[in-house]
């Protein structure tokens, strides 16, 4: 048997012994398509380990939903205070000048009077 051999058959037998550990996925993160809206009490802001924001927002039924932030929402949700009932609207995206760039995507935030 050659020394190849041995290591693939010491290979598979690593591969036996051990199990990946499960990373519980976090299904609160909500994607918001174009034309589609998001009507909720604003609880807070936080950051991800990655530095990126992301907005926590309890819907009536209670359910809590996670939207990431972009450049356009963080303009909008600067000015939203925990507490606040919002509106999220997804406006259609906005091709970039630059070939290599995901479009902009473009929301207006609406605050209950």
Not at 3 to 24: C, V
Request: aromatic letters at 8%; glycine letters at 6%; one cysteine or more.
């Amino acid at each position: 048997m050659s020394s190849s051999q041995k290591s693939l058959g010491q290979k598979k037998e690593d591969e036996n012994r051990w199990k990946l550990i499960d990373i519980p996925k976090d299904d609160s993160f909500l994607s918001l398509e174009v034309g589609k809206e998001l009507i909720g009490r604003f609880v807070c802001a936080k950051t991800n380990f990655f530095g990126r924001v992301y907005y926590i927002i309890e819907k009536d039924n209670g359910e809590i939903v996670k939207l990431n932030d972009t450049t356009n929402l963080h303009k909008w949700m600067e000015n939203v205070k925990p507490g606040d009932m919002i509106k999220i609207v997804h406006e259609e995206d906005r091709i970039s000048p630059q070939p290599d760039r995901n479009p902009l995507q473009l929301y207006k935030v609406y605050r209950m009077k």
